[in-house]
Every structure is written in structure tokens, then in C-alpha cells.
């Protein structure tokens, strides 16, 4: 597959995860894809709850999903993807980005040390996306290194 086609696969995965959210009470569903260097694809979506503090966002659950799925090295890229559901049911993409909220750029930035990457990180709107490295989104970043 070409880079193109790879990072659109990423976001659609993002859509599509963003489709299994559960946030009746923002009514903005969320979808995270993390690439893996062995090609692997692994989802979340943001799940809240009644008392709307906890909301889990949908990048801390993908980093779960990883670690269940044994995958704590090799984080290249990751795609987030939001919105509110249109009539259609269909993601209504915002003009603003998904860019990831701080404490998602401290869980990410832990696989990230844990695998001595730097992860692309694209964060989709209704035009497209941007696209930062995660030490741009989170410099100087705490992690598994800063303890020793
Ligand atoms: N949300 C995410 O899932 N990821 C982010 O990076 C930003 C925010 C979720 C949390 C909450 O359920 C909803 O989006 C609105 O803030």
C-alpha cells in the first residue's frame, strides 16, 4: 500500500471506531486508530459516564486495547477522528481539528517511550487533518525514561 492510501486506511479505521463511542452527554463521539510498525491497526472510542468527569477518551482506550493486546513498542502513528452523529448516523466532521487532549498525550507518549518512537499523530476536521509529531504535541515529556 502507498503512504497515502496507509494513512487514509488509518483515518477510516479512526471513523470508524469514532461509530462504536458511547457520549450521550456531549453527543461528541471520538475514534483513535494507532498503527503499529508490524502494520497493525488498534481502535478506541471515547466512553462516558454519568458523572461527566471520567469520560475515557477515545486515544486512552486504543492504548488500552494495545496493552490487552500485548503491544507496548512500536507506535508509529495515530489517527483521531470526531464529531457529533449527523441524522444520517454518519460522522458530521467539526471545521476545528482532534487535536489530543493533554492527559491522551501523556498515555500515548508512554508507549511512545516505551518503544523509543516518536508517533505521527493526525488529528482529522471536515477538510482533512494535521499532522504533528507527538514530541511537538507533548515536549520535554515525562515518561518510563525520567524515572531512572
Ligand atoms: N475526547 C476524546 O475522546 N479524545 C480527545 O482527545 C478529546 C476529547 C472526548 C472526551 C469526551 O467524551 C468528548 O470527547 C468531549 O470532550
Do not use: K, W
Not at 469520560?55 to 494495545?66: D, L, Y
Request: glycine fraction near 12%.
Amino acid at each position: 500500500m502507498s503512504e497515502v492510501s496507509d494513512r487514509q486506511a488509518l483515518l477510516d479505521a479512526a471513523r470508524a471506531a469514532a461509530l462504536t463511542a458511547y457520549a450521550p452527554y456531549s453527543g461528541f463521539h471520538v475514534g483513535a486508530a494507532f498503527r503499529f510498525d508490524d502494520g497493525t491497526i488498534v481502535t478506541g472510542s471515547n466512553f462516558e459516564n454519568a458523572s461527566y468527569g471520567l469520560a475515557i477518551c477515545a486515544e486512552t482506550a486504543a492504548a488500552i486495547v494495545a496493552n490487552l493486546q500485548g503491544r507496548r513498542t512500536g507506535l508509529v502513528e495515530v489517527a483521531i477522528i470526531g464529531g457529533p452523529l449527523g441524522a444520517d448516523g454518519q460522522l458530521a466532521l467539526t471545521a476545528a481539528p482532534v487535536t489530543p487532549c493533554g492527559r491522551c498525550r501523556q498515555v500515548m507518549n508512554e508507549l511512545a517511550q516505551l518503544g523509543g518512537t516518536d508517533p505521527i499523530v493526525y488529528s482529522g476536521h471536515a477538510d482533512g487533518y494535521l499532522e504533528h509529531r507527538l514530541s511537538v504535541l507533548l515536549p520535554a515529556a515525562f515518561g518510563p525514561a525520567n524515572l531512572s
